[in-house]
């Protein structure tokens, strides 16, 4: 086509423009120069950011030369995220540099403007350097580079602005190439057909259970007949290596399209706009394991709810060239629940409030009747079995199995340790024994002998500091293969702790119900004390997973501050009883104004959990507990309390070992002997909050009472409720 553009010159002449086929010609671009596109006629499509979301992981099987052209386009991306990075850092390094054109707001955003610190800029310079390479854009397309200057840019945008609690990020750095592992796609488009920039799955779940279908399937099932077989049933029988399906010939011109293709699912990426190798086709072989099939049909039967496509890479020492490519499909469609768990999350129970008291070392949860009256003598407001109690710890097999792989753990350090010693000999120094035999050599007038693994420390100058970089080492490809073994362990470690983790809360929920509370404590802190110990345990993965499940279940779990409630701090009488970390079980004493209950700490600070009340349940500063309630509950708990409060009537039961694998990371049980060599020493081996109590009162407790000018003792102003194995009259005196 054709079109004469006619434009007011002094001499009158026209001025053409050869427009390509299918071209739109707008306002001011009769001159040749770049074009934009024009706005949307229609309203623009836009995701809820309240709507439902799911990301499903599909495993992707290419061939030798589909994976050399993955490996090839996660090189190019590494490459333009680099630039990227190195560029952000710069400009944010300029930003601050310039304090006196950041005076006022408007100065400080036109001194961003003049930098190009915007997301705009960011994207432009993708640009630039995709077109400043000579063989970028032979495997990214220029979508993929403004999506990772999308990615670039939030990192910047965290470090320049605040957020809502007024804190910002440090100063963006440059990653690091074994850290690269996401390649962001586009998202397509929900309002035209057949437009999906970027990477694309094909193909429909009935082609792919037609073309790899069970031996024991009957022919011609239909997907939703599948989901309905008997747990147990083989739906799948995937090769190993299947081979990427080619695209169908239509519309009666020998082209390939893929938009007509409804085959077995397939990732198609159409390569860089300089690419001449076509199409990038990669198998996707889908999870085959028991009840698999029924969370595939949710998320993969209706191609309508597909979003996005991003590509992934994991560390997997037992593939080729030693990564795992994976497609992270983003389905806009709330996730996959099966029966049997919403059944359990529906008889939960809904009529009980509980507590729950995180510790280093186990985990306790106390619930009582959410309607629980005041109570008199006459009508006990609870019956015996009220109050239940759940305690979780680890398992003496679980214990031995976290052990072993410490033990495991510990010799694939040192046999990385003696493999970089060894193949970088010039920059560790002879260890004490080895120089001592070095110079009995000399002296007797013998050879020196070659030391192939030095045992002494690094080289390094006066300072301290090593005179070569470790990672300018040499490593051997035995290295490499134990470094992707140890940390394919971990990862399978660090499933293993989730999957424990949503057991017990799901354990939990069902029979405590889902709305707890708990204190809102600095588990970081607990790290720092108590490491080897939190690691082995996972108290703050154990809450985690309990808080999405309250939430899933109906519920909430709210945080209470401890300076509000001091929850350890207190009887459930109302009596503060102050005591040490050291004493784990609590004792309210008669003969100074208490009710006499004992019973374990942590059930004790539970149950004292189950009756805070909240002011704005947003806010755990507004956290009060409710002393005369959980006086009169505690009067009318019967000879059935005490028990609860000192060991677990409803155990929850540990996940089967073998499944779950509780702990398995490199925590592992403190070794006797340490601890026997740091008394010996003298080193202190707790700290200082094992000696120390506090007595400042919390914002519910009202100040101790004064008589001629003295405090008197703690409790004797409070009514007094005795509690024994067998109540006697509950009334207050």
Known sequence: MFIMLHTATGHGDAVSYAAPPGAEVGDGHATGERRFRGRNKGPAWRRSHDGPVTVVRLRLVPDPAARHRLEQLFAAGWSLKRALQRDARSRALAYQAGHHRRRSPAAAKQWRTRLGLSRDALERAAYRHLDASGHLKHHLSKAVGMHLADEVWTGVERHLFADASGRRHGMPGVGTWWGFKRIPGRARSHTRARKWETFRLHGTLAGHLAAYPSPGLSPGITPQQAASLPPGTSVLAQPRAPTPPQPPRGRGRGKGVWWEYDGPLTVVFAGGPDGCRGDLVVAVRLPQGTGQWPHLVHTLDDPDTWHKVDLVRRRAPSEPGGWVYEAHLMVLKAAYIPASTAARRAAAPSARRGGVDGNVSNLAVVSVPADSPTGTPDAPAASAGSVVSSRVTLPETERTRIARRERKWRGRRRALERSRRATNTTQYRLSKRQAKREHRRRAAGLPSKQVTVPGGPRDARTDGKPRRSHRHDFLSNAYLRLRAAD???????????????????????????????????????????????????????????????????????????????????????????????????????????????????????????????????????????????????????????????????????????GTSGAGEGKAAAINPRTRRNRRQVGERAASARRTRTSTVPTPDEPPPPTWAGQVVAPGRHRPRTRLFNTPPNCGTR
């Not at 040490?580 to 079980?585: D, E, N, S």
């Not at 600070?605 to 349940?617: G, K, T």
């Open 487 to 657: 940390t394919a362990a971990e990862q399978r470690a660090a499933q293993s702790r989730t999957t424990r983790a949503r057991q017990i809360a799901a354990g939990l929920v069902g029979v405590h119900g889902p709305d707890l509370v708990v204190e809102d404590c600095d588990i970081t802190t607990w790290f720092r004390l108590w490491g080897a110990a939190c690691a082995r345990f996972t108290p703050g993965m154990l809450i985690t997973a309990l808080r999405a499940e309250c939430a899933a279940a109906g519920g909430r779990l709210l945080r209470a501050s401890t300076r509000a409630t001091a929850l350890s701090q207190h009887c459930p009488c109302g009596r503060r009883t102050p005591k040490t970390l050291g004493v784990r079980t609590h004792h309210c004493p008669i003969e100074d104004g208490g009710c006499g209950l004992t019973g374990d700490r942590d059930l004790v600070a539970a149950a004292l959990a189950a009756f805070v009340r909240f002011d704005d349940p947003d806010d755990s500063s507004t956290a009060r507990v409710d002393f005369q309630v959980s006086r009169s509950v505690l009067c009318a708990g019967g000879p059935g309390l005490p028990g609860a409060l000192t060991e677990s009537t409803a155990p929850i039961p540990a996940p089967v070992t």
